[in-house]
């Protein structure tokens, strides 16, 4: 098969595999491993294409697979970090040396205890040697995005655990590096800083913080048509930012296209999809919201049904 009908062909599979999962059952293994199967179609293209964005797919789909296995079996498959360490020892067709490697494999143990046992210093450790790493790595690296997204999660992940605001300002200044750094598509980068940047807003209510964080949620859902397997997910972020915004400053067209993305994020969660209750709390707890001071019956009664539904999968319903 030609190169062009290869990649092609490719295309179509990953079109298809998306499109697969969104009709999927929610959880199990089967799911998994459609997961795992879209994975290594990402690794794949990115092979013959050396586009970074494939790789940092390949790594979330295969995130999720193994979140799956946790839930359903306890055990993990194999982790896409590995791909990883292989993929850091070519650049643009050169072997690197193996320092690059040993980093990112004692990190990746490292994380893989604090997963385990919870313990802080394990952590430390795996954000020590990921900036190692990043000292390492020159700015011309293509996998540089890949390894600072790693440096990001794992600082928030230590920001969850203190609630540390140095390390929220860290996390936002890792994304916007990795947004800065990122190739092609940058719909993962934009992503993460959109949604560090909620965060921050909702601890210092800075409103330039939510206004650049709807920005950068827009630009990541136009990076995201359907069927893309996480339009949903980017199409809440943009909700609850703008629904935040809404409630500062109590503009009715944030809260207004806010609905509009639930309504849409609901559309594409099917029933049985494991995020489904949610997007009915948040859109029954918005609408009602809305027009709770108006007392549009039509949309009251609208609302107390999807808080209903929502409460009946047992999803927490919205304040």
């Known amino acids: 098969m030609g190169s062009d009908l290869y990649l092609e062909k490719l295309d179509e599979d990953i079109a298809h595999g998306q499109a697969a999962l969104m009709f999927s059952s929610p959880g199990g293994s089967e799911r998994a491993n459609q997961l795992n199967s879209l994975a290594s ?7 013959h294409c050396n586009s970074v964005s494939d790789l940092q797919y390949a790594a979330q789909s295969h995130s999720a697979a193994v979140q799956l296995l946790l839930r359903s ?25 193996e320092k690059p490697r040993s980093l990112m494999d004692l990190a990746d143990q490292a994380r893989e205890r604090y997963r385990r046992r919870g313990h802080p210093d394990d952590l430390e450790t795996a954000i020590r040697l990921r900036k190692r790493l990043l000292c390492v790595v020159p700015p011309s690296n293509m996998f540089r995005p890949v390894i600072i997204d790693l440096v990001a999660s794992d600082v928030n992940e ?10 929220l300002e860290e996390v936002v200044d890792l994304n ?3 947004l800065h750094s990122a190739p092609h598509d940058r719909s993962l980068s934009l992503q993460n800083l959109g ?42 972020d943009l909700g609850d930012a703008l629904k935040a915004r809404f409630e500062q400053l109590g503009n009715y067209t944030d809260i207004d296209e806010a609905i509009h993305l639930y309504r849409e ?11 489904r209750g949610r997007s009915l709390g948040k859109l029954g707890q918005t609408i009602r919201t809305r027009f709770k001071q108006s007392q549009n019956q039509d949309a009251i009664e609208e609302a107390v049904s999807l808080l209903r539904q929502a409460r009946a999968l047992h999803s927490p319903v919205p304040s």
């Open 265 to 275: 994020a609901l559309a594409l969660r099917n029933p049985g999809h494991p995020e």
């Open 176 to 178: 916007r590096q990795a």
């Open 158 to 167: 230590r920001y969850l655990r203190t609630e540390s605001l140095m390390d």
């Open 195 to 236: 949604t560090s940047l909620h965060t921050r807003f909702e601890i210092k209510r800075d409103t330039k913080d939510i206004t650049e964080a709807i920005q950068v949620h827009r630009e990541a859902l136009s990076l995201r048509p359907a069927p893309h397997e996480w339009r949903d997910h980017t199409l809440m």
């Open 41 to 47: 179609l990402f690794l794949q293209r990115f092979w």
């Open 73 to 97: 079996h306890g055990h993990r498959s194999t982790c896409i970090s590995g791909h990883v360490i292989q993929l850091l020892s070519y650049v643009k067709g050169e072997r690197t040396n």
